[in-house]
């Protein structure tokens, strides 16, 4: 049974930083592309980062180039996101996503929330 669970959320001040986690079960991440996204209420979800599985290429959305960082260690089947100099417009829920066999697998989010 294919599992994505999401962690490291929580409240940090502007400028802070983060490190989510996504830890996969059920399948091998390296075999495939993992992604972070990230939806804001009433909004589309919209792709933050990923992280392809051949190379490791990885790339980001613009808002967050520069200051975030996807990454995984197989050894551990968890995928993570770096996220530095947060700002109150990352407050949002931030998704994993992965495609095991063509099918799309999401985990249970996890909110971050930006505030002094």
């Known amino acids: 049974q294919v599992q994505l669970v999401e962690s490291g959320g929580g409240l940090v001040q502007p400028g802070g930083s983060l490190r989510l986690s996504c830890a996969a079960s059920g399948f091998t991440i390296s075999d495939y592309a993992m992604s972070w996204y990230r939806q804001a209420p009433g909004k589309e979800r919209v792709l933050v980062a990923y992280?392809?599985?051949?190379?490791?290429?990885?790339n980001y959305a613009h808002s967050v180039k520069r200051r975030f960082t996807i990454s995984r260690d197989n050894t551990k089947n968890t995928v993570y996101l770096q996220m530095n100099s947060l700002k109150p417009e990352d407050t949002v829920v931030y998704y994993c996503?992965?495609?095991?066999?063509?099918?799309?697998?999401w985990g249970q989010g996890t909110q971050v929330t930006v505030s002094s």
């Open positions: 992280i392809t599985s051949v190379g490791g290429i990885t």
């Open positions: 996503k992965s495609r095991p066999w063509g099918l799309d697998y």
